[in-house]
């Protein structure tokens, strides 16, 4: 599934592709889900405010950039340690473009950073630099620096092509309450998927059956061994054409960064 937004005034929805007038109309600008396109590609099957049905794919295309989501200030900021995954001769997972996690994950990381400090926060990196860090030293640092949550930015990938969305996933180490990381990974969530370009994570449920995407609990070294409350961002599949094209433009990335950085700040209010 992807959302398209409507570029017409008025948008007929048909019963079939070429077929008959349900009555029933999407509006200008509306953002609709959708889930197929007819064998010639000219008709998409969506989901919109009014109903279900067939639209011509003429006028549907990609939803507007909206302005990033404002970060509110915190009446008091926290240490955040930001980990950007992988880095040296561990490149992670790489783009058909050739570009690497390792290095899309620093940018985004970099930018995180600024944006929680703008906020009020401070905040500590694992890498800042194209270096390895084996994922013990990684939890090591955090917890030297007594780091009050962690954020693991990664990308992800995946055989087939139509995996797709962004994940995050938590720790079990701090519960389930709402200063625990499962409630930080929750929160973060909630903000990126309002975030034009940040896809649900459907298909990647289906092929990634054993998994619990788009939030979920996974047994992983770099969260299992932080102290704090840990999350691991994957911001989406490098291995899928339209996330990756839309992680790779600069107004996504800003509006990504500024949504995880706002979730901190609700997971904060809801801890107190």
């Not at 200063?179 to 975030?195: Q, W």
């Not at 996974?218 to 409350?229: M, Q, S």
């Not at 094209?245 to 700040?265: C, H």
Request: overall charge negative.
């Amino acid at each position: 599934m992807k959302r398209l937004q409507n570029k017409a005034s008025s948008l007929k929805i048909r019963a079939t592709p070429s077929g008959a007038d349900t009555g029933l109309r999407i509006v200008s600008g509306e953002v609709v889900d959708a889930h197929g396109a007819s064998y010639d590609g000219t008709w998409t099957y969506v989901a919109a405010k009014a109903g279900a049905g067939w639209a011509s794919t003429a006028f549907l295309g990609p939803p507007a950039a909206a302005p990033p989501p404002p970060v509110p200030a915190p009446s008091k900021g926290i240490l955040v340690c930001v980990d950007a995954g992988h880095g040296g001769h561990d490149s992670g997972a790489v783009s058909a473009a050739g570009v690497t996690e390792k290095a899309l994950a620093l940018v985004y990381a970099q930018d995180l950073r600024a944006t929680l400090v703008g906020a009020g926060h401070r905040v500590v990196m694992t890498r800042d630099k194209d270096e390895f860090i084996p994922l013990a030293g990684r939890s090591a640092f955090s917890n030297e620096h007594r780091a009050e949550c962690f954020i693991s930015v990664h990308l992800n990938a995946a055989d087939s092509k139509l995996a797709n969305g962004a994940w995050v996933i938590h720790d079990d180490n701090s519960g389930s309450g709402p200063g625990s990381g499962k409630a930080l990974a929750t929160a973060i969530f909630r903000r990126m998927r309002d975030v034009p370009g940040v896809a649900d994570a459907d298909a990647a449920e289906e092929v990634f059956p054993d998994d619990s995407p788009p939030v979920g609990n996974r047994d992983l070294a770099v969260l299992g061994g932080t102290r704090a409350p840990a999350v691991l961002v994957e911001l989406g599949f490098l291995t899928n054409e339209e996330d990756f094209g839309a992680l790779s433009t600069s107004g996504v990335r800003m509006a990504v960064v500024r949504a995880i950085a706002a979730g901190v700040q609700d997971w904060l209010a809801a801890r107190k």
